[in-house]
């Protein structure tokens, strides 16, 4: 029991377990729904005559003429498979990139730990509002140096650090407007939301875990450096999208040949 | 600050780790948007991973390839050149195209033409040579063709019929090629792996005309002439024809799976398979190879298959492992793969047709031969054995069984007429792409193609064109269909097309290994042979069973199997031979004198126009292979099915009832083949074995001293 206990919260804690898990669940769903969704017949046929003019370069090789003519065949043959791949991944595109947008929340970047420096940036509507520029922190919040104005681009900085672990919210006063931005701070695995946005609809959907700025408030944007995740294999560091990418072609070859699905 | 990253100079500033995952998505957004017409947003999992990097592999190995071809072709030309000088300085025409159209009958083609029926026949006949072409003895195709591509007789090739003797205990084997299993074994609990490559013997000897084509550097795409498999390396690309076995290893098994009960098996050809109906779902399976993985034989492998019979739409769903079909009675699906499975990896993999015979009151499925699957070959059926990959790939899958058209079939009535000719013409159609294809790819060089239509059409259907065929008495005159003037004119579209295709520096000859004639009775030898004494039965017996079970080899001088070859029992030669070596020549002679003239007795008619020693025809290495007298017979005659299995009946003569109602397989001066030719040649009494000494010489190469054809030459015009 103990055994399977820390399994399980190995599952749920390493990064590298959820990948894997992740890649190939998503890998094994993405196939199965191509293979719903695709042209099974004309992807199979399109497969067969790029192989076939490949082969007859092959076979061909003294005839100039075939070899040139089969050239042109491969890359028209490339273009109506890539047609006919690409339209199933309409129907998966979005749930996909929502999935990615969310797990990235988690993977791609770990929370601040404590004692450890980092810096929150705003961003307001003009320059003069700089100087109207304040913030409130909660008591496990410290503030480690002075703000730095960048007036060419309406920001400011703080260089802050947290005593412990927590969720905290710092305050942002802008003329009077006040805004708050979630700071995560915690050695585990958490959701972390790297910008707070005013506007910006797709781009909050893509890189924003927190509710929108209000639209009256002076401040654009609020932002803290999580810093990024990296993910151990074998010594090697890497992205979680990238292990992602690998894994789940992975799963999703192995997946097709099992259930027979031409991708 | 270690370890913080620097300030974004973006809009919004903290977006540089996520960025990346945005740039990743964006990346493949772009991708798509690059190529397909619809807008992807991201990387949309696995499919279009694979999408992306299987187009980029085939762009880039294309590219290899085409880099390779273009920038070593100057240096292939040079070495071409300086090795065997100008592939084509001396030749006359820079390609030659030779269709083969098996069995075209050189009497029927000129009646057809008479008659306006063949223009294009007609247009070669006019411009350039229509003549008869002499065919071997015997008028066997796996003959003919060999002696085709080889230039030389039987003697020298090997092949005297489909089938040869095996001396040592009178059975027959396929004389073409000998396929043997690995000899080694390792068992493995109940398994006894075979180790080593599954041996290919190839019987056929003597080197085909292509061969001396590509030592000089001209290029030949052969395709289906008939006892090429296995095929032979060569400069060029080969589709191995007749004699390629089914997966099975036979030439050919059907299988007709049926819920009607019934004991009866069929002569040849075919098994019966019980399909076993269970809440409106009926089950079976196709009978494939032995397990390579079993110790003994007889352990076949299976692949199940379900059908649900839907009386009320006349159709049926058909599922087959993965496949899963929509059948209405009387159509034929698709080729559908199947896979034998022997356990530990062992895969055999082949194709396979079905055919929705009927659905109410019983439910029958007729299941085509299982062919050798071209995609995935796993015996050689092509040089290189990338070429019938590339022709699945680029047509799908097609028929590679040698005698593709199921002739047995429709002898035994499990297909109809209609179903039959469904099957040729599909077979057919698959030919014309490749042939078509390889006219597209060999623009310099030999292309040549058989078709096995010709021959199958006309052994079915004759007793439709005869007067009064046995086999086709019940069928009123004007009810017969045209199937035979049909025929001709099709193949005679297809040369139209071809001829569409060449230029006067292409030559077309149109040939055929031999003609046709009606086979309305059959002549049992054996049962002659036992009349007159040269055959004995054991004591009691009036018949003996398939290949001369009951035979009484201690007192029989003579016997007969297959279809012309008949053979005496000689001492030291054969296991029980009686017949003293210095009797032989005399008892050659004796049964030549009696058989020769043989009379029907029920019409008068000769049965038998021609018996010959084979020393006398045969002049080669071989010829001690071969039978010891040549049969030939008189038209409308030929030897009776039981004759060719071995079985010695009651009766010499009797009508022949079966739809296989036309044939050539009798005196080869009876049915001589076609020649047609684009340009005028010279040629007394052309024979088939000129065909290869023709082409080398056309090539500008001299044909070897041992042909025995002689090359034809070109009308002083042409030349």
């Known amino acids: 029991m103990p055994a399977l206990l820390a399994v399980k919260l190995f599952l749920l804690t390493s990064p590298l377990a959820i990948v894997v898990v992740l890649s190939i669940v998503i890998g094994l769903l993405m196939v199965v729904l191509f293979g719903y969704t695709s042209n099974q017949k004309a992807i199979g046929i399109a497969k067969d005559q790029l ?20 050239y042109g065949r491969i890359l028209r043959g490339t273009g109506r498979y890539l047609r006919l791949a690409f339209m199933p991944l309409l129907y998966v595109i979005i749930p996909i990139t929502l999935l990615i947008v969310q797990l990235d929340r988690y993977l791609g970047a770990t929370p601040m730990t404590p004692d450890a420096p980092f810096l929150l940036t705003v961003k307001v509507s003009n320059s003069e509002t700089l100087n109207d520029l304040s913030l409130d922190l909660p008591a496990e919040i410290m503030m480690t140096a002075p703000a730095v104005h960048i007036p060419a681009d309406n920001e400011a900085v703080w260089r802050l650090s947290a005593s412990k672990s927590g969720v905290y919210e710092v305050k942002v006063i802008a003329s009077g407007h006040s805004v ?6 915690s050695p585990e695995l958490s959701r972390v939301s790297p910008v707070r946005l005013r506007g910006h609809f797709w781009e909050r959907m893509l890189y924003s875990a927190e509710p929108a700025l209000p639209n009256d408030s002076p401040v654009e944007s609020i932002a803290v450096n999580y810093p990024e995740r990296a993910i151990d294999i074998a010594g090697y ?11 789940s072609m992975v799963a999703g070859f192995i997946f097709k040949e099992l259930l027979g699905i031409k991708v | 600050m270690s370890g913080m990253r620097e300030q974004s100079p973006q809009s919004w500033p903290v977006i540089g780790r996520s960025s990346l995952v ?6 493949a957004a772009l991708i798509a948007l690059a ?20 187009s980029f592999w085939a762009i880039f190995v294309a590219f290899l390839y085409s880099f390779y071809a273009l920038a070593t072709w100057p240096i292939r030309q040079l070495f071409r050149f300086v090795r065997r000088r100008n592939a084509y300085g001396k030749a006359k025409f820079s390609r030659a195209v030779i269709l083969g159209f098996d069995g075209m009958d050189p009497e029927l083609a000129e009646r057809f033409m008479n008659e306006g029926k063949l223009p294009n026949l007609a247009k070669l006949r006019e411009k350039g040579t229509f003549t008869k072409l002499r065919t071997t003895f015997p008028a066997i195709s796996p003959v003919a063709w060999s002696t085709f591509m080889t230039g030389v007789n039987p003697g020298k090739h090997n092949i005297y019929d489909f089938l040869a003797r095996d001396t040592s205990n009178y059975l027959p084997f396929l004389s073409s090629a000998e396929i043997k299993g690995p000899k080694r074994h390792i068992k493995i609990g109940k398994y006894s792996i075979p180790f080593g490559k599954t041996e290919i013997k190839a019987m056929r000897k003597g080197t085909p005309f292509w061969h001396w084509l590509g030592k000089a550097g001209i290029f030949s795409s052969v395709i289906r002439v008939p006892v090429t498999f296995p095929p032979e390396k060569f400069s060029g690309v080969l589709l191995s024809g007749m004699c390629v076995p089914d997966l099975k290893g036979s030439q050919g098994t059907f299988c007709l799976c049926t819920t009607r009960s019934s004991s009866d098996k069929f002569r040849e050809g075919g098994v019966r398979v019980p399909m076993e109906r269970r809440n409106g779902v009926c089950t079976s399976y196709i009978p494939g190879p032995d397990s390579p993985l079993a110790e003994t034989a007889g352990n076949e492998m299976r692949v199940p298959f379900e059908v649900r019979p839907d009386a009320v739409a006349k159709q049926a769903r058909i599922v087959v492992g993965s496949e899963k079909l929509t059948l209405k009675v009387g159509e034929y699906s698709e080729w559908i793969p199947v896979a034998f499975k022997a356990g530990l990896g062992f895969t055999a993999h082949g194709i396979c047709r079905f055919y929705l015979k009927e659905v109410s009151p019983e439910v029958e499925v007729y299941v085509s031969p299982v062919n050798i699957d071209p995609g995935h070959p796993d015996l050689p059926i092509s040089h290189p054995v990338t070429y019938s990959i590339y022709l699945a790939k680029l047509y799908g899958p097609f028929a590679t069984l040698g005698l593709a058209e199921d002739t047995w079939a429709l002898n035994e009535h499990v297909l109809d007429d209609e179903a039959f000719l469904t099957q040729c013409y599909s077979n057919h159609e698959d030919r014309e792409r490749m042939l078509f294809d390889a006219l597209d790819k060999t623009k310099q060089g030999l292309c040549t193609c058989v078709f096995d239509t010709t021959d199958r059409v006309q052994h079915m259907f004759w007793r439709y064109l005869d007067e009064d065929h046995p086999a086709a008495r019940e069928v009123p005159r004007d009810q017969r269909p045209n199937v035979i003037p049909e025929l001709y004119q099709r193949m005679d579209k297809l040369i139209g097309r071809v001829m569409e295709k060449i230029d006067d520096d292409t ?14 009775r059959c002549v049992n030898l054996n049962a002659w042979l036992h009349q007159n004494g040269y055959l004995a039965l054991q004591d009691g017996k009036t018949e003996s069973g398939d290949w001369f079970d009951d035979v009484d080899w201690s007192r029989t001088r003579a016997y007969t199997m297959g279809l012309n070859g008949l053979y005496l ?23 030549q004198q009696k058989l020769n003239g043989l009379q029907d007795p029920a019409s008068g008619e000769i049965g038998i126009t021609g018996v010959f020693i084979t020393g006398s025809v045969y002049r080669g290495p ?12 008189g038209a409308g005659y030929r030897a009776s099915w039981d004759s060719v299995l071995g079985k010695v009946t009651g009766q010499v003569f009797e009508d022949n009832m079966k739809a296989w109602s036309g044939d050539h397989c009798i005196d080869p001066r009876l049915v001589p083949g076609v020649l047609f030719s684009s340009h005028k040649i010279v040629a007394e009494k052309p024979h088939i074995a000129d065909v290869a000494p023709t082409i080398l010489t056309l090539f500008g190469l001299a044909p070897p001293a041992h042909f025995d054809g002689k090359a034809w030459s070109l009308a002083a015009q042409e030349s």
């Open chain 2, 622 to 633: 071989y010829t001690e292979n071969a039978p010891d007298l040549i049969v030939g017979y």
């Open chain 2, 507 to 520: 030559l077309l000859l149109v040939v055929s290994d031999h003609g046709f004639k009606s086979f309305a």
């Open chain 2, 22 to 27: 945005v740039r990743i998505a964006l990346l």
């Open chain 1, 51 to 70: 192989k076939a003019h490949l082969l007859a370069v092959r076979l061909f090789q003294d005839q100039l003429h075939v070899v040139m003519g089969s």
């Open chain 2, 35 to 54: 190529i397909a017409p619809q807008p992807a947003h991201a990387y949309a999992g696995p499919g279009a991973g694979f999408a992306v990097l299987s």
């Open chain 1, 180 to 185: 708050t931005k979630v700071v995560r701070v």
């Open chain 1, 237 to 247: 560091e890497m992205n979680w999208i990238w292990l992602f990418f690998i894994l």
């Open chain 2, 569 to 591: 029992n000689v001492k030291g030669r054969e296991k029980q031979g009686i017949v003293d070596p210095a009797d032989v020549e005399a008892l050659k002679v004796e049964l």
